[in-house]
């Protein structure tokens, strides 16, 4: 396993991020019910800039090399993550994680109550990772309609309602 650390994500950064997410993103390849999804559109280095810019997105490096990212954006009590990505040739080695734990103790440090997130519900490194890091389905997302919204656009953006949910982590 390679040693690896994590860090503030820095504006410089977002030009790397994109290229990540979009190796991570070949997992979902094979999935049928994403053949019309462009498995490798990403978030622009524009995007990560100005959600790095708020000062609680995360980045992972093995010594000098970036190799994965967490993107959060706030919104009120909340912070909600976009997009946690790790290069396929570091999966598997925590990194992952490791993010997620670091992006709640940022959370927590900072005030927020909760963080939040839209995933699949039926895919291993999806909503199954997030519940053993203390996670829970949101039941009915119409309760929650910030995530109610962004689930509603992820159908339009062609993603299977069936298959997504909205998760929640309340921080203590």
């Keep these: 396993m390679s040693e690896w650390s994590l860090r503030l994500s820095r504006a410089s950064d977002a030009e790397i ?3 990540i997410e979009s190796a ?4 979902f390849a094979d ?6 999804i462009d498995v490798t559109e990403t978030w ?3 995007e990560h800039r100005k959600l790095i810019s708020k000062g609680h997105c995360l980045t992972a490096l093995v010594g ?3 190799v994965g990212f967490l993107t959060t954006e706030p919104f009120r009590r909340e912070l909600h993550i976009w997009e946690m990505s790790v290069h396929p040739s570091h999966q598997k080695s925590g990194i992952g994680a490791g993010l997620l734990r670091a992006c709640m103790i940022d959370a927590r440090n900072s005030g927020f109550v909760a963080l939040t997130l839209t995933t699949f519900r039926d895919i291993a490194w999806n909503a199954p990772f997030y519940a053993r890091l203390g ?5 009915d997302p119409q309760a929650h309609p910030r995530l109610a919204e962004t689930l509603a ?8 309602r069936t298959r ?3 998760m929640i982590h309340f921080l203590e």
């Design 17 to 19: 991020l994109p290229a």
């Design 24 to 27: 991570a993103g070949q997992l």
């Design 31 to 36: 999935d049928p019910d994403l053949a019309k």
């Design 44 to 46: 622009t280095a524009s």
């Design 64 to 66: 000098d090399d970036i």
């Design 135 to 139: 996670f829970t389905e949101i039941a």
């Design 153 to 160: 656009e992820e159908v339009e953006d062609g993603l299977p």
């Design 164 to 166: 997504r949910c909205a």
